[in-house]
């Protein structure tokens, strides 16, 4: 039997791939056996894993609200994730139409994806980006066709840092992206932290993610705070993804192991 027609040449349908398994546990239907397979074990590892997923694309959505609320016209989505539910520029977009969202993604089927639902969408694109390489994404022609780095951009890292090893430096990576910014600009992420007393069950599903192309690295709420450390974090701080500014009518289970923060980028 053939491969669906939204699989792009060259995926390997053989490994677990978190962009995948993250579609799969929002209920999505980019995946594959492997995928579906790798999240269910890591359900049984960490039961409530998929309750995460939804609290940090609920997250995503309240953030991209609180920053078009502010006037915020542009979005560098990196780590976008393959389109679901409540999308960056769908939710920008029903603010202020003309909002403009770059996605970069560095899986095959997350750009496919967002391409396809993109058609017709003038105000919208995807491209195949690494997180590490900040300077290629910045310099990208459709990037660079699409922002105006002299006006505000909210520059979106949901979900992703962790996958950033210390070695590839990502406090490095994130002032490469404040450096390309005006004041008036933000950062908005979330990030997995030690998980305390769900330390054991966090660990095995680190181990799991050994198994994909991209490892999770949580780090300290200390250390996430210097990731960004050349942005002003604004109210309520770095908190646990369903404490940030949540919606009173949402009834989420509180998640501990992931932190949030968007912070403001000063004048000098
Ligand atoms: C857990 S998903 C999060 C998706 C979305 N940001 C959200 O929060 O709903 C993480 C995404 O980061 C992407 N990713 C991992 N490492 C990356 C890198 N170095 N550069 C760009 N994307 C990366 C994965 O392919 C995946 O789509």
């Known amino acids: 039997m053939g491969l669906p027609e939204w699989v792009p040449e060259g995926v390997d349908i053989t490994t677990p791939n978190a962009a995948r398994v993250y579609d799969y546990t929002l209920g999505g239907f980019h995946n594959f056996q492997v995928d579906r397979e790798f999240a269910e074990e890591a359900q049984r590892a960490w039961p409530g894993i998929y309750q995460l997923a939804h609290a940090n694309r609920s997250y995503l959505g309240r953030a991209v609200q609180f920053l078009a609320g502010l006037g915020v016209r542009q979005f560098l989505d990196i780590g976008s994730g393959i389109p ?9 977009q029903a603010m202020i139409p003309d909002a ?3 996605y970069v993604d560095i899986d095959p089927v997350a750009v496919a994806h967002s391409r396809h639902i993109l058609a017709g969408n003038p105000h919208a694109i995807a491209i195949s980006g690494d997180l590490r390489r900040p300077d290629e994404i910045l ?6 066709g699409l922002l105006d780095f002299s006006e505000p951009v909210a520059l979106l890292l949901m979900a992703v840092l962790h996958f950033v090893p210390d070695d590839d430096d990502p406090g490095a990576i994130v002032r490469q992206f404040d450096e390309a910014a005006v004041s008036g ?3 908005a992420l979330s990030h997995g932290i030690p998980a305390g ?6 660990d095995q599903v680190k181990t799991l993610y ?13 250390r996430v705070v210097g990731l960004i450390d050349g942005f002003t974090v604004v109210e309520p701080g770095l908190v646990p993804i369903t404490d940030w500014r949540p919606d009173p009518e949402d009834d989420e289970p509180p998640q501990p192991a992931v932190f949030a923060a968007v912070a403001r980028k000063d004048p000098a």
Do not use: F, W
């Not at 679901?84 to 920008?92: P, R, S, Y």
């Not at 310099?139 to 660079?144: F, G, I, S």
């Not at 007393?197 to 966090?202: G, I, T, V």
């Open 100 to 102: 403009r969202v770059a």
């Open 84 to 92: 679901t539910l409540g999308n960056v520029h769908e939710v920008a």
């Open 210 to 222: 050994q198994r994909t192309p991209t490892a999770i690295h949580v780090r300290t709420p200390e």
């Open 139 to 144: 310099a990208h022609p459709e990037v660079l």
């Open 197 to 202: 007393a769900q330390a054991d069950a966090q």
């Open 185 to 187: 600009s933000y950062v």
